[in-house]
């Protein structure tokens, strides 16, 4: 059982930027894939970024390569995105997941936190 909590989302001015965390509970945080979604009002949940149990391996979803860096501290049992150049489409509800495989649709996620909600004003 794995449980999250997303934290670190706000109100920004569109340049701007913003680090999420995603803190998890249990002791086996180190054997999951961490990916972070969002969702805008009205659209479907998309995928952001992954990064793998190790954190050697990660994947940007293009729309926000070269601008989001997603990382993970086991030791603190916490999973971050960076985010840089902040665009008002960014603005969503984010959350993080947690899944045995690396993948980048929803359905391997068995474990979601409730969500960080970050708004980029123009």
């Known amino acids: 059982q794995v449980q999250l909590v997303e934290s670190g989302g706000g109100l920004v001015q569109a340049g701007g930027s913003l680090r999420l965390s995603c803190a998890a509970s249990g002791r086996t945080f180190s054997s999951y894939a961490m990916a972070w979604f969002r969702q805008a009002p009205g659209k479907e949940r998309e995928f952001v970024a992954v990064?793998?149990?190790?954190?050697?391996?990660?994947y940007n979803a293009d729309s926000v390569k070269g601008r989001f860096t997603i990382s993970r501290d086991n030791a603190k049992n916490t999973v971050y995105l960076q985010m840089n150049s902040l665009e008002p489409e960014d603005t969503a509800l984010y959350y993080c997941?947690?899944?045995?495989?690396?993948?980048?649709?929803?359905?391997?996620?068995?474990?979601w936190g409730q969500g960080t909600q970050v708004t980029v004003s123009s």
């Open positions: 990064i793998s149990s190790s954190g050697g391996r990660s």
């Open positions: 997941a947690a899944s045995r495989v690396v993948a980048l649709t929803a359905a391997p996620y068995g474990y």
